[in-house]
């Protein structure tokens, strides 16, 4: 049974682990701390694919020391694996090690593992304890991307937007800068930072020209840019077009798209994806990507896409919602009333017809960022 020392000691890996958030993809973030007599003796986390798993880390600090791991205790945050990629199997070298006891904060989803490390390991005579509760918790919210592509094969979606106190994300003529604080923002970039793909819709392309990109002091790498264009509309001179050959950009289109537009797009570094298309009718309504189709083609890149930020517009927005694809939403509220019938709101298209039959959101919190509120709720009471 885990003591208070055993919780300390995980909330401890856990914060190693969250060192290395957004570097790891299509890894999991892992920390690892192992403890002999009462006494801290090794720890370390997995700082990004193809490094050493945290529990190696953590035996190479202990041994780095002089400290002899045998007998010892180790805090993992998530199942340690039991096969071979680019690093041999975390469940051998503990055994090799001759740890007594290993806690584990949660389970490996994934098919390779899925319980088998645990295993492998109490196979070896090694006590194992899974952990519940809040550092459970903790540790499945720190890789829950990593778990959903796990079950599902499927980016795990959160929707982002800024609004004021009356919900609208622009004024009518279109402006919105800066509706959240410069706080809100920076942290907006934070996110970004840790998330594999960030997607907006054309709309959002053509008025706003964003770069999508993370603009922190030292960020290390800067995530797939991802545009929903069903009939490629994306400028040549946009900063998205303009900066594909030094930052990944992928546009997803349907069949609607010019194939003289889309070759210059490829021409420029753009990378291109034909997909299904939804909607349309014959009074002209326009078709628009599948989502559940592009978030298909996103899981399945190598390396795969594990977390998708959704920034905009709101037509994109409504389109994820519709069809169910949204698995978390955070919402920054500034202390401003911006009014107006034809100003924007963050989720537009047809709606729900009833608000019995809108989507809930689940798991609510809230902090307060600057001068603004985030909100932050998913789509679902149980977590990946």
Not at 181 to 206: F, K, M
Not at 295 to 308: F, N, Y
Not at 332 to 337: E, G, L, Q, R, V
Not at 346 to 367: C, I, N, T, W, Y
Request: aromatic share 4%; glycine share 12%.
């Amino acid at each position: 049974m885990a003591t208070g020392t055993d919780i300390s000691f995980m909330q401890r890996a856990l914060g190693l682990a969250e060192q290395a958030m957004g570097r790891t993809s299509p890894n999991p973030t892992v920390g690892a701390v192992i403890v002999k007599g009462g006494e801290l003796i090794g720890e370390g986390y997995h700082e990004r694919a193809g490094a050493d798993h945290a529990e190696v880390a953590a035996l190479k600090a202990a041994a780095a020391g002089q400290a002899d791991a045998r007998g010892a205790t180790v805090y993992v945050t998530l199942e340690p694996c039991c096969h071979t990629g680019r690093t041999g199997p975390c469940t051998e070298a503990l055994i090799e090690a001759g740890v007594a006891r290993v806690l584990v904060a949660s389970l490996d989803p994934s098919q390779k593992v899925n319980g088998k490390g645990v295993a492998a390991l109490e196979a070896a005579g090694i006590e194992v304890e899974v952990l519940d509760g809040l550092v459970a918790a903790r540790a499945r919210a720190q890789n829950e991307g990593f778990r959903k592509h796990s079950r599902t094969g499927l980016p795990f979606v959160t929707f982002k937007s800024a609004m004021s106190m009356d919900g609208k994300i622009a004024t009518a003529t279109g402006d919105s800068r800066w509706i959240s604080g410069e706080q809100s923002r920076e942290l907006v970039h934070r996110i970004r930072g840790q998330v594999d793909a960030i997607a907006v819709g054309s709309d959002t392309a053509l008025v706003d020209d964003p770069m999508l990109t993370c603009r922190l002091p030292g960020a290390s790498r800067q995530p797939l840019r991802v545009v929903f264009d069903s009939r490629a509309r994306l400028p040549l001179d946009s900063q998205l077009v303009t900066t594909a050959a030094e930052v990944d950009t992928l546009v997803f289109v349907t069949s609607d798209a010019d194939e003289e537009k889309l070759g210059r797009l490829r021409d420029a570094g753009v990378e291109v994806a034909r997909v299904e298309a939804t909607g349309g009718d014959e009074g002209g309504t326009e078709r628009h990507v599948d989502v559940k189709a592009a978030l298909k083609v996103l899981g399945e890149r190598e390396p795969a896409v594990l977390s998708l930020l959704l920034e905009g517009g709101p037509t994109l927005a409504a389109s994820f919602v519709a069809a169910g694809l949204v698995d978390k939403v955070m919402t920054f509220i500034a202390p401003k009333i911006i009014g107006g019938r034809e100003a924007k709101t963050p989720v537009e298209g047809a709606g729900f017809q009833a608000v019995g039959d809108s989507l809930k959101l689940f798991r609510l919190s809230h902090e307060e960022v600057g001068g603004d509120v985030l909100l932050t709720a998913y789509t679902s009471e149980d977590e990946w």
